[in-house]
């Protein structure tokens, strides 16, 4: 394993040096064709089309019943150990805390002529939320479903289902249920993949449609999340996980490369980015890697990320680091310098920013409280984490006045004919005659 080590003089050098990059963008010209596919089928058979597909891909035994009872997700609450619990129950915490500072109020604005104007924010009716199964269910991404619960429970939503690929033998891990179970979640139901995207989308015969589905996925998941927008609202594309650190002389090489592995560990896709103005932190860094990756239980996936999709930056200064790290947009950046507070106000596309030595990615992924759903593959440049904002719609509020109404008849009138609609100038106009 080799994580390469590039050298450049100035950013605007970057885009010609990051062409490699560019592969993580193209999934293949089959999964688009072949996740339509799953659609028109859902959509065709319903239940059946979600029995036969987590039957090939997920359970070979699978049948119904789609949806887990409330008895199994109380059985499987109390099979988890306490300690198990108790940590899914603190960082639901941290994460309630934070999202609540999220929450937008509606609000009005009185004109002297009497007019009301306003916006009144009100949260969706139902949230779809996608945990994958990880690793056929063995290692359940508890968090997953944390984050994007949690930010809509705060938002008010009243329906929410959970949809999980089962395991082998039909059932859900233990410890997604105990988590549905902690946050008062009964409606979960055993199908994941593309093929249950299609089914909060559009509904089958026993499951209702929701309004919003957000959760991370593979990419046949993130296809047709991206395939149904417009029928749904998502949360965001998310594409394969990524960190760039932006480290000085005074990081440690080690915790570096601890950092940019618990990216890469997470699949081949996967990208982890050093950018530093030290070189022999870089090669102090280039070393630890390898010795760090080849430990790993996961080290051919985290080693293929590092050598496909990774590299160490060095840069003249920091002023040229912050500038890629900003082209870059990554959906993790952490500022491993000497004052990262300095360094903050200049940053503009991130995901989530990590400050400091003590804030590795990990520490936000699970337990601090902001949102771990983040944009990747440099769309950070205009989208946001998942939020309280993902589940709620805002609507516009006009109670214009008989003074207002009669004051900016003759303008309002005379837009709407500048714009060739008669039947508007004659509805505001109506209200004038006598």
Known sequence: MTCRILTLQHEQEWPALAQWLQGRHNPGNGVESAVNDIIGAVRQKGDDALVEYTSKFDCPDFAPPLRVSEQEIARAAASVTIESREVIGEAAANIRSFHEAQVEKSWFLTKPDGSILGQQVTSVDAGGLYVPGGQGGNTPLVSSLLMSAIPAQVAGVPRLAVFTPPRKDGTVNPHILAAAHLLDIDEVYRVGGAWSI??????????????????????????????????????????PSEVLVLADSSANPAWLAADM??????????????????????????????????????????????EDWSA??????????????????????ELCT????????????AGA???GQHSPEPVGDYFAGPNHVLPTLGTARFSSALSVQTFCKKTSIVAASSTFLQQNMQSIAALARLEGLEAHARSVEARGKK
């Open 353 to 355: 920013v990590f400050m």
């Open 338 to 349: 000497r004052d990262p507070w300095a360094v903050l106000p200049f940053i503009r596309h």
């Open 261 to 306: 592995l618990s990216q890469a560990e997470h699949d081949a896709l996967a990208s982890a980015i050093c950018i530093t103005d030290d070189p022999r932190l870089a090669d102090a860094l280039q070393q630890e890697l390898k010795k760090q990756c080849a430990a790993l239980p996961r080290a051919t996936t985290a080693a293929r990320a590092l």
């Open 312 to 333: 160490i930056v060095v840069t003249p200064n920091l002023s040229v680091a912050v500038a890629v790290a900003n082209m870059v947009a990554p959906e993790h950046l």
């Open 198 to 239: 299609a089914a909060m989308a559009y509904g089958t015969q026993t499951i209702q449609p929701v309004d919003v589905i957000a959760g991370p996925g593979n990419i046949f998941v993130t296809t047709a999340k991206r395939l149904v927008h417009g029928i749904v609202g998502i949360d965001m594309i998310a594409g």
